[in-house]
């Protein structure tokens, strides 16, 4: 009995001294709750208040970057581009996917090059400050500074609701000036809640032929646009002038992709995130299957024009009415194709990402300019692919002197074997058939690249009356 009163005792002085301590410990210290809030502002889009941190508002899915472009000021004076000391870009590789935009699209053939998924700035000297790697990078991840003047951007005007200077046309995606798959996924979405909301207040259209909306493109942005519409009953129709996601088919093989999981409409969440390219179109192709959702695929969209009702939305075979018209086109053009049978081919592209991941391969690249020019001597510079370039034309007048001294030399070497006054008259799985000179010529072939240039987005905004803006951004 002496015992157990006597550790009753001991426990409870024990408890005494150490509720003292932690006390002391605890003292003048202010508790968890009264910690001070993480900095907040509104949702440049639905106003809700956010964490300043986040990169999508919890409310409404907005990607942030989007609205640092939007938000930014417009630039007025035109850039003094490279005048003032050496340009450079600096990439941030925490933001870089590793697209190889820019390398593709840098006209200073090697400033730019990928290494272990990044971009880096393998030749830095080369740059003259064409900016066009800024430019091209989906993802802000290039900064370009001339000597104090920073890098602008040049993007369509829209309102927080993604419609342009013209009432009834909207823009998402990557064209609207962001890129990422996360980023075109929620934008498809928002802008069909908006539609849906603002559809509901209107009156009825005049004619059962009439769409609610005509979504331009199924890339990420249009496909969650078209889910949305099939889920909320909308009257849709969506164009795309190749296949579904066609620029994330161009993806090189295997590419793993840098994504955050998204809610998609009528699936639910989409686990993008250290998946292959391959894997994701799997995804997409059983989410099309399955919900049903309708694209007319090969079909290009060559026009949007208003009339009083509303849109026409022209293609080579069809003139499409729409009360309003999403663009959700991307930002990589339409390429100009050669109409030749076989081009469907999956091993036909338009556009080298990555040259050296081939090997020991027979290669044709078409066209005369310098981006097939480059993209040749690419193919070539290992000297273990065996690459052919097919002009039309007799000679490349429009070439930059630099790459008509490198295509000689590999011409010379054996490296790229030429023919011009030639053209393409069908590809199939193993070989290539040409036209040159009224001639016949069969050729082995693994890959084809199609380089013989095509409409940039810009120009089919411009020429459908919208309005486009160049933002300063701050490196
Ligand atoms: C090589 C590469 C790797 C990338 N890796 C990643 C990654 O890992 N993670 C990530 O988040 N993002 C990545 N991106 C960026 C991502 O692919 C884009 O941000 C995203 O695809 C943009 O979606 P979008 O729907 O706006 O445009 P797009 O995907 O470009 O789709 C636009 C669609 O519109 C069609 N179209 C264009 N013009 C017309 C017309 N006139 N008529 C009809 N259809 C038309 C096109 O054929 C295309 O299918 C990468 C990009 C590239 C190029
Ligand atoms: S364009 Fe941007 S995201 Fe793509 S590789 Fe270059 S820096 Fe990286």
Request: hydrophobic share 40%; net charge positive; with cysteine.
């Amino acid at each position: 009995m002496d015992t157990l009163i006597a550790f009753l005792l001991a426990g409870a002085l024990t408890l005494f001294f150490v509720r003292g301590y932690l006390k002391k410990l605890t003292a003048g210290k202010p508790h968890a709750a009264a910690l001070p809030p993480r900095p907040q502002r509104p949702c440049p889009r639905c106003a809700k208040p956010m964490e300043k941190s986040v990169a999508f508002c919890p409310h409404c899915g907005a990607a942030m970057a989007m609205w640092i472009v939007h938000q930014a000021p417009q630039q007025t004076a035109s850039v003094p581009g490279g005048k003032a000391g050496a340009p450079k870009p600096v990439i941030n590789a925490s933001l870089c996917i590793g697209c190889g935009s820019c390398v593709h699209v840098c006209p200073e053939t090697g400033t730019l090059a990928l290494d272990g998924g990044k971009a880096i700035l393998s030749h830095p000297e080369r740059c003259t400050g064409h900016a066009k790697c800024a430019e091209a990078c989906p993802t802000q991840a290039i900064t370009l500074s001339f000597g104090g003047v920073l890098q602008t951007m040049r993007v369509p005007l829209v309102r927080e609701n993604f419609e342009t200077n013209i009432p009834g046309v909207f823009i998402v995606g990557e064209l609207c000036g962001m890129g990422l798959i996360k980023t075109a996924i929620n934008e498809g979405k928002l802008v069909v809640d908006h539609l849906r909301a603002r559809l509901q207040k209107a009156p009825a259209p005049a004619s059962d032929e009439m769409y609610d909306v005509a979504i331009v493109g199924a890339g990420p942005a249009g496909l969650s646009a078209s889910l949305s519409a099939q889920q909320h009953g909308l009257r849709y129709l969506t164009l795309e002038q190749g296949e579904i996601a066609a620029t994330i088919r161009q993806y090189p093989r295997q590419k793993f992709l840098m994504a955050e999981p998204v809610e998609i409409p009528l699936y639910g969440t989409l686990y993008v995130g250290d998946g292959t390219k391959e894997a994701l179109l799997s995804v997409w192709e059983t989410i099309i299957r399955n919900t049903g959702v309708q694209i007319r695929t090969n079909e290009k969209v060559l026009a949007v024009e208003r009339n009083s009702a509303g849109f026409h939305v022209r293609t080579a075979t069809g003139d499409y009415r729409a009360r309003n018209v999403v663009l959700a086109m991307g930002k990589r053009g339409s390429p100009r194709k050669l109409g030749a049978p076989g081009e469907e081919l999956p091993k036909v592209s338009y556009r080298l990402i990555e040259a050296d991941s081939y090997d020991d391969l027979d290669a044709l690249v078409v066209g005369g300019g310098d981006s097939a020019v480059e993209a040749a001597l690419a193919l070539s510079r290992s000297g273990k692919n065996r690459v052919t370039l097919c002009h039309r034309g007799d000679d490349f007048p429009r070439l930059r002197e630099r790459n008509r001294e490198k295509l000689e030399a590999a011409r010379a070497e054996g490296r790229v074997q030429i023919f011009t006054g030639a053209r393409v008259t069908s590809i199939t799985a193993g070989q290539v058939h040409l036209d040159v000179r009224g001639r016949p010529l069969t050729l082995p072939n693994h890959l084809v690249f199609v380089l013989i240039g095509g409409e940039s987005p810009e120009e089919f905004l411009r020429k459908t009356g919208i309005e486009i803006v160049e933002k300063s951004l701050s490196a």
